[in-house]
């Protein structure tokens, strides 16, 4: 698989991930009786910005760098 398609894929399956963990854990909210949110686009607006959030972290600490090229002991 070329290095490129495996990146994109990898920001792709964080991002599908990412948004649903956070519809599901407002729909736990919403089921058990806490205040939510009941706007789609509310909550896909929030779960975006939070999307941009981790994918920033995860891009500051490396996660999306190639590892083949490095060596093992740096």
Same mark, same amino acid.
């Given at each position: 698989?070329?290095?490129? %398609? !495996?990146?994109?894929?990898?920001?792709?399956?964080? #991002? /599908?991930?990412?948004?649903?963990?956070?519809?599901?854990?407002?729909?736990?909210? %919403?089921?058990?009786?806490?205040?939510?949110?009941?706007?789609? =686009? !509310? /909550?896909?607006?929030?779960? *975006? /910005? $939070? *999307?941009?959030? =981790?994918? $920033? #972290?995860?891009? %500051?600490?490396?996660?999306?760098?190639? =590892?083949?090229?490095?060596?093992?002991?740096?």
């Amino acid at each position: 698989m070329p290095k490129s %398609l !495996e990146k994109f894929l990898l920001i792709i399956i964080d #991002l /599908v991930m990412i948004h649903l963990t956070f519809f599901i854990w407002c729909r736990l909210r %919403l089921t058990m009786g806490f205040f939510s949110q009941t706007s789609f =686009w !509310e /909550v896909a607006q929030t779960s *975006f /910005v $939070l *999307f941009i959030f =981790w994918y $920033l #972290l995860f891009a %500051l600490y490396g996660n999306y760098r190639i =590892w083949y090229t490095r060596s093992r002991i740096d």
